[in-house]
């Protein structure tokens, strides 16, 4: 995973915090310097605070949990809906839905009913509507889809949160906090740090700074699921049965003595004449065995007649 560089967040204006008489003291660890009345980030623990999050998030991605994005913010909206889609990871750009996880299963009933309008539009009924039942559902649906289309795919909590701006997604902050959600967020100088897991201290407003921020996140959690299908694959491997071929109790022997003549390195190449010397053909094995049983029932039989002589006399 590479680090990231100390001139791409200058050059993205990472460091640049809000003006003074805003600031939250919370945040006096993470300021640098103020200039000018601004306050300016110390990059040095940002990029500390970067990597700690990626190296984070890449663990949860490669366990195959979901994290979900949050950005509702105009400069925040396209490039989240853009960078986490590519990754197949849920997000909300457009408004945070209270009680998203608080109260997921009603969240999911909604999601379902989306899905439920879709199969109704391919029903031969649909036709059957008027065209103001029709507009009434096609809007419904529309609705839907713009506040909830994104996290169609998530069928259970996240196992994570990455928020930018704390300040303005502050619901979404309790509810994630409530239930014990790991958070991960972009943290400006006047938000206020306390109960964020991973704070990622940096400025929240400039586009530039969010794209740079969650490119790296996003990523970091590539690596991790393109590191969770390799291993997949190797397990898959791994539990592939071995297969014989026909002359299978063949195989079976020369492979048992290969082995041995490994373990006393006396190792020859083994041809058919050898083997079919060692392995008994299996019809006439069968038969072989047959006529041991009947031999042995044969004695059996005449020791049983030589013990009632025995007892007559």
């Not at 993205?12 to 600031?23: D, I, Q």
């Not at 994570?160 to 409530?178: G, H, M, S, T």
């Not at 392995?279 to 030589?306: F, G, N, S, T």
Request: charged letters at 35%.
């Amino acid at each position: 995973m590479p680090r990231t560089e100390f001139k791409q967040l200058l050059d993205a204006g990472v460091h640049f915090g809000h003006l003074k008489r805003k600031w939250n003291p919370a945040m006096a660890p993470y300021i640098f310097m103020e200039k000018n009345g601004i306050h300016i980030i110390d990059l040095q623990k940002t990029i500390v605070k970067i990597d700690e999050a990626a190296e984070a998030l890449k663990q949860i991605s490669r366990s195959g949990r979901k994290v979900l994005f949050v950005a509702t913010k105009k400069q925040a909206k396209s490039i989240v809906a853009e960078k986490v889609s590519a990754i197949n990871m849920p997000y909300v750009a457009e408004r945070w839905p209270g009680g998203m996880l608080t109260n997921f299963p009603t969240i999911r009933k909604a999601v379902k009913k989306m899905s439920s309008i879709d199969k109704m539009m391919k029903d031969a009924a649909w036709d059957n509507l008027s065209k103001r039942e029709k507009l009434q559902i096609t809007r419904q649906r529309a609705k839907l889809e713009k506040v909830l289309g994104s996290i169609v795919d998530l069928t259970r909590l996240p196992a994570a949160l990455f928020i930018v701006d704390v300040l303005k997604e502050k619901i979404a902050v309790r509810e994630a906090q409530r239930l014990s959600i790991p958070i991960f967020a972009m943290v400006d100088t006047n938000s206020n740090p306390e109960g964020i897991d991973f704070i990622i201290p940096s400025n929240d407003d400039a586009s530039q700074s969010i794209d740079l921020i969650i490119s790296t996140m996003c990523d970091a959690m590539k690596d991790g699921l393109s590191d969770r299908k390799v291993e997949r694959e190797k397990d898959e491997s791994d539990e592939k049965p071995f297969t014989l071929k026909k002359s299978g109790r063949k195989a079976v022997v020369k492979i048992i003595v290969e082995d041995d003549l490994d373990e006393s390195d006396e190792k020859e190449d083994l041809s058919e004449d050898t083997l079919s010397d060692i392995v008994i053909d299996e019809d006439l094995l069968d038969e072989e065995l047959i006529v041991e049983e009947i031999i042995d029932e044969e004695i059996a039989d005449e020791e049983v007649a030589d013990e009632d002589v025995i007892d007559v006399k």
